[in-house]
T-cell receptor
């Protein structure tokens, strides 16, 4: 959303290129992770999720990679399109503490045509 | 259309006003949430309701008062707010799997 654009890291990519957005999460006990996309003026939308018993999951044009050793999550977008321009958030969840997602600060993706 | 509807989309209020934000979900979920999104911080969880019962209050000031009359509706009552409370307030629901479904948000400006 437009309220979170001031101090976030920004990734600029050329249309058609692949994008990689990174996220460091905080809790080694987190067992579920989600990537959300937030376009200007809209609420966050689910993109893809992954559980801690996996290290890779693929969707349509998107892939999430999980490295539990270094507590790192990445979102790869293939053939980036102008419609992919948005703020991307990773979120972590610990089932032990209920379904209470903790969100990262977000990364702005700008796609240049 | 996300299945979670928030009204109003925009609200301007003075510090002495009383107003309410409304959220309705059409997804059959039993958990509903209020999040605050401001320019200087990540999404902040405010309140969680499961089956109409409040299960989480994340140290939110009492000038924010939530109400959950049933599993489909969630309100956030606002009273004597401060300018720093200006933010986007997001409602979400969950089927209990961890995934959240967000509404479009209510943009609040406190003068």
């Amino acid at each position: 959303g437009e309220s979170v654009g001031l101090h976030l890291p920004t990734l600029s990519v050329q249309e058609g290129d692949n994008s990689i957005i990174n996220c460091a999460y905080s809790n080694s006990a987190s067992d579920y992770f989600i990537w959300y996309k937030q376009e200007s003026g809209k609420g966050p939308q689910f993109i893809i999720d992954i559980r801690s018993n996996m290290d890779k999951r693929q969707g349509q044009r998107v892939t999430v990679l999980l490295n539990k050793t270094v507590k790192h999550l990445s979102l790869q977008i293939a053939a980036t399109q102008p419609g992919d321009s948005a703020v991307y958030f990773c979120a972590e969840n610990m089932e032990e503490y209920g379904n209470k997602l903790v969100f990262g600060a977000g990364t702005i993706l700008r796609v240049k045509s | 259309e996300t299945g979670v509807t928030q009204t109003p989309r925009h609200l301007v209020m003075g510090m002495t006003n009383k107003k309410s934000l409304k959220c309705e979900q059409h997804l059959g979920h039993n958990a509903m949430y209020w999040y605050k999104q401001s320019a200087k911080k990540p999404l902040e969880l405010m309140f969680v309701y499961n089956f109409k019962e409040q299960t989480e209050n994340n140290s939110v000031p009492s000038r924010f008062s939530p109400e959950c009359p049933n599993s489909s509706h969630l309100f956030l009552h606002l009273h004597t707010l401060q300018p720093e409370d200006s933010a986007l307030y997001l409602c979400a629901s969950s089927p209990g799997t961890g995934e959240l479904f967000f509404g479009e948000g209510s943009r609040l400006t406190v003068l």
